[in-house]
């Protein structure tokens, strides 16, 4: 496989001809819509007719985890076309109350558990401190992480629904813990691994990005990476949102700033354990940027690309963050879009394979993106059960 990056006046037919490609696997590969029109600069995967992996390159080819968080209203047609790249499925997500009683999301989840299973992919319960209002509640975290009485009714709860429905673990995903509640938080964690793993169950627990131990913030305060990663099974690294809805534009996720993370946290944590995330969207965002006036749009990646053929907008490409961006006018108002191709992703799973970390994690995988998980498929050999 190789990236071809759109030249001018270059169509679909033009560069199967000059790669060798086949025209139909183009267009399949790269979710293009009829006619067919392409952006300046936008970068396609292109496998060449009866292309096969040598023996040589067999043998480099490094296992790896891929998971993916999906919402329970993805289409059944995304899922399905999706979990064949996926050693792992984590349903987003399970709530819980004070007492301790498990809030069910509010579609039934078995259908993904069981397609799941079916692909040999694992599925995971995402645990979540979401409130009513749908934002992450450290009031709950609190309440959880300092009562025994409330943990154990949890932890019960966890066992039984985890038993009926046929997940295989738990991801832990609580954001905004308190920095006073940083100790309760990585012993409830430690009590969660060592009561499941006794099922046969996996914890995992999702990680703000650090850049080190005392960094300041609400995000990452409450964040012991050392502790928590001895304490649960391996974890998830959020690597992502540096370019975010209130934010300035720029990428979402910059293969610089991933790094930083990414070394911080083999710091603390082996890499073995370490799987590191990757977005599957992007944000537009109206120019000028106000702050605390501005909102961004958020975006899939192929309908960024669909943007800007339609509103003509080259793709340009930032060396440095490793993703690609395009602005475009619309009413007058002057727009600037970031998001994710194949470049970006070949970025990362680079960065993925240069420390030997133990896989890569899509957030999230509701939108299809064949080529960015065809891409994962060639580089990596996908790790089933």
């Not at 391996?234 to 993370?261: D, I, K, S």
């Amino acid at each position: 496989m190789e990236i071809y990056v759109v030249q001018p006046e270059d169509t679909v037919d033009r560069i199967a001809e000059e790669t060798g490609a086949d025209a139909a696997s183009i267009i399949s590969t790269n979710q293009l819509e009829y006619p067919y029109r392409l952006a300046v600069g936008q970068a396609l995967l292109v496998s060449k007719k009866n292309e096969y992996l040598t023996e040589a390159e067999k043998i480099r080819r490094r296992q790896i985890s891929s998971s993916g968080y999906a919402y329970p209203f993805i289409s059944s047609w995304v899922l399905e076309q999706t979990l064949p790249y996926l050693s792992e499925l984590a349903v987003f997500s399970y709530g819980f109350t004070v007492e301790g009683e498990l809030i069910h999301p509010t579609l039934d989840d078995g259908g993904m558990v069981r397609e799941a299973l079916l692909t040999e992919a694992k599925p995971t319960l995402t645990l979540t401190p979401l409130g009513k209002d749908g934002h992450f509640n450290n009031g709950l975290v609190s309440a959880l992480v300092r009562q025994q009485n409330v943990q154990l009714r949890l932890l019960r709860n966890l066992v039984r629904v985890m038993t009926e429905k046929g997940y295989q673990g738990v991801n832990i995903d609580f954001e905004y813990v308190l920095p006073e509640d940083r100790d309760y938080f990585t012993a409830f964690v430690e009590k969660t691994a060592n009561l499941l793993n006794q099922f046969g169950f996996y914890v995992t627990v999702a990680l703000a990005p650090k850049y080190s131990d005392n960094q300041q913030g609400l995000l990452y305060e409450g964040m012991d990476y050392k502790s928590l990663g001895q304490a649960a099974n391996w974890v998830f690294l959020m690597t992502y949102e540096w370019g975010y809805t209130y934010g300035p534009p720029m990428a979402v996720a910059p293969v610089n700033q991933v790094r930083r993370v990414v070394e911080y946290a083999l710091s603390r944590i082996p890499a073995y354990k370490i799987c590191m995330g990757i977005p599957n969207y992007g944000y537009d965002w109206p120019l000028p940027f106000v702050r605390g006036t501005t909102k961004a749009r958020t975006l899939g990646n192929i309908e960024a690309v669909q943007m800007a053929i339609f509103y003509g907008a080259p793709v340009q490409f930032d060396q440095t963050a490793q993703s690609p961006y395009f602005t475009y006018w619309q009413y007058g108002i002057e727009h600037q879009v970031w998001f994710e191709d194949v470049r970006s992703y070949q970025a990362k799973y680079n960065l993925a394979e240069e420390y030997s970390l133990r896989g890569v994690g899509i957030w999230q995988v509701n939108q299809l993106f064949r080529a960015g998980w065809e891409l994962l498929d060639y580089r990596f050999q996908i790790e089933k059960k």
